[in-house]
C-alpha cells in the first residue's frame, strides 16, 4: 500500500501536469517505502537532491505554461512555489544538522502535496485546459 494514492481529485486535467504531479506523489511513496524498511535516514538526503532538482523544473514548467494562458494569479501562484522551495532549502539544513526525521518529512511532503495540488493547482486547471497547444 502505498502512503499517497494517486486519484481523480489530484488531476489538473494537463496530462503533462498530471505525470509531473504523479512523479512527486513517487517520490513522497518511495521515501514512505524507505521509512517501513527502516531506512527512512538514508533516505532523506537523495530525496531532498532529487526534489530540489524536479521542483525547479515543474515550477517552470507551470509556471511558463500559466503566463502563456495569462493566468490571473500568476504572482501568487509563484510565491508559493518560491516558498516551497525555501521549505526544502529549510529542510535540507535541518537534515545537515541532524534534527529532520523521516516521518517529519513525509508528513510535511504529503501535506504539501494535497494542499498545493488539489488547492492551489486546481486554481489554474480551467485557465490551461482551454487551449495547451500553447504551451506544448
Given at each position: 500500500?502505498?502512503?499517497?494514492?494517486?486519484?481523480?481529485?489530484?488531476?489538473?486535467?494537463?496530462?503533462l501536469f498530471d505525470e509531473e504531479h504523479k512523479k512527486?506523489?513517487?517520490?513522497?511513496?518511495?521515501?514512505?517505502?524507505?521509512?517501513?524498511?527502516?531506512?527512512?535516514?538514508?533516505?532523506?538526503?537523495?530525496?531532498?537532491?532529487?526534489?530540489t532538482l524536479y521542483v525547479s523544473t515543474h515550477f517552470t514548467h507551470e509556471e511558463c505554461a500559466m503566463q502563456k494562458c495569462n493566468y490571473p494569479d500568476l504572482a501568487a501562484h509563484k510565491k508559493a512555489h518560491a516558498e516551497f522551495i525555501k521549505?526544502?532549502?529549510d529542510y535540507m539544513r535541518l537534515h545537515l544538522n541532524g534534527t529532520l526525521t523521516a516521518n517529519q518529512l513525509l508528513n510535511a511532503l504529503r501535506d504539501w502535496l494535497i494542499q498545493h495540488i488539489c488547492n492551489i493547482d486546481k486554481d489554474y486547471a480551467p485557465f490551461l485546459k482551454k487551449d495547451q497547444t500553447l504551451f506544448f
Open positions: 500500500m502505498s502512503f499517497i494514492d494517486w486519484n481523480d481529485n489530484f488531476s489538473v486535467n494537463v496530462p512527486l506523489v513517487q517520490m513522497t511513496n518511495t521515501l514512505y517505502d524507505a521509512i517501513k524498511q527502516g531506512k527512512g535516514k538514508d533516505a532523506i538526503s537523495p530525496l531532498l537532491k532529487d526534489l521549505k526544502v532549502s
